[in-house]
């Protein structure tokens, strides 16, 4: 959900975007947040049920760019989201191929 807003301090475009928390961690919203640092200035604001993100635009931004960058915004939370998920569901294996590969580098004495 995306509203347009405008900031009667010095009329910079902001739109709001919320996530549920039965979704999406602050984690992922807070990396997300970061990959845009360049375009927006993101306000998170936690709930107990919502993630209220506040999209100030930092540069001059027409609508159709903005509704853009908010699509961008939801894409790369979901992508953190499944990026931490898939992360989770392969750490055993991913720590097995590691112990493995650093066992066979000669950096243990062996006895």
Sequence with gaps: ???L???DQNS???KSVVFSTNVHGIDDV???AY???DVVAIDITPSDDDIVCALNFVKDT???DAQKIVNDFKIEVLDQDLRRTIAEETKEIRNAVLAYAFSK???QNSE
């Design 105 to 107: 580098t000669g950096l």
């Design 35 to 37: 990959r845009f640092i």
């Design 5 to 7: 807003t405008l900031d």
């Design 30 to 32: 807070k990396r997300a």
């Design 1 to 3: 959900m995306a509203e």
């Design 62 to 64: 027409n609508e159709d």
């Design 12 to 14: 910079a475009l902001s």
